[in-house]
T-cell receptor
Framework: AQSVAQPEDQVNVAEGNPLTVKCTYS??????LFWYVQYPNRGLQFLLK??????LVKGSYGFEAEFNKSQTSFHLKKPSALVSDSALYFC?????????????FGRGTSLIVHP | NAGVTQTPKFQVLKTGQSMTLQCAQD?????MSWYRQDPGMGLRLIHY???????DQGEVPNGYNVSRSTTEDFPLRLLSAAPSQTSVYFC???????????????FGEGSWLTVV
């Protein structure tokens, strides 16, 4: 089955330190991968996506993600975490279903950045 | 610049009652969908639509109905609410969902539903 997995329910990091939120995928064909962020009591906001081209994708708020085909991963990274980055992060992949590419989301990873 | 608008934001229902969650988008998106978000379960797709007059089931469709009579609107109907439907519901929309599409989808702010 085509899917995306986020192996960590929660990631804790100190402010100023680098952060990584992990995502692995399982799809046939070329993957279309996305990261979204959800702040408390809000909808999901798009951060970045990988379609093709450079494996390192840059997005909003200083985040970036690295596509690794051999490891089937698309980890989200930021060089220096901010307390305001604390939120729920979702990895997503568009999978083929009934002729349409439907977004499928991971379970989410709660990022907590400590002052 | 409305984007995706969901109403109501909060609702309390009694078991067995019916209601409709409204979703409207002003971006002329062909793709629209409903997700529910539950603790530890992430986002699960309920129903989706790739254009007016076309709907399909997602991962958890039971207990929910949808219709797509216009491009702008995609209401979600609960015919007989159950406590298991207590959740946060998100509507999302995106541009034409062609083969190999890498199009971004956009979310509404959510609707908090409690069934007692």
């Amino acid at each position: 089955a085509q899917s995306v997995a986020q192996p960590e329910d929660q990631v804790n990091v100190a402010e100023g330190n680098p952060l990584t939120v992990k995502c692995t995928y399982s799809v046939s064909g070329n993957p279309y991968l996305f990261w979204y962020v959800q702040y408390p009591n809000r909808g999901l906001q798009f951060l970045l996506k990988y379609i093709t081209g450079d494996n390192l994708v840059k997005g909003s708020y200083g985040f970036e993600a690295e596509f690794n085909k051999s490891q089937t991963s698309f980890h989200l990274k930021k060089p220096s975490a901010l307390v305001s980055d604390s939120a729920l992060y979702f990895c997503a992949v568009r999978v083929l279903s009934g002729g349409s590419y439907i977004p499928t989301f991971g379970r989410g990873t709660s990022l907590i950045v400590h002052p | 610049n409305a984007g995706v608008t969901q109403t109501p934001k909060f609702q309390v229902l009694k078991t067995g009652q019916s209601m409709t969650l409204q979703c409207a988008q002003d971006m002329n998106h062909e793709y629209m969908s409903w997700y529910r978000q539950d603790p530890g379960m992430g986002l699960r797709l309920i129903h989706y639509s790739v254009g007016a007059g076309i709907t399909d089931q997602g991962e958890v469709p039971n207990g929910y109905n949808v219709s797509r009579s216009t491009t702008e609107d995609f209401p979600l109907r609960l015919l007989s609410a159950a406590p298991s439907q207590t959740s946060v519901y998100f509507c999302a929309s995106g541009p034409s969902d062609g083969v190999g599409s890498g199009n971004t989808i956009y979310f509404g702010e959510g609707s908090w539903l409690t069934v007692v």
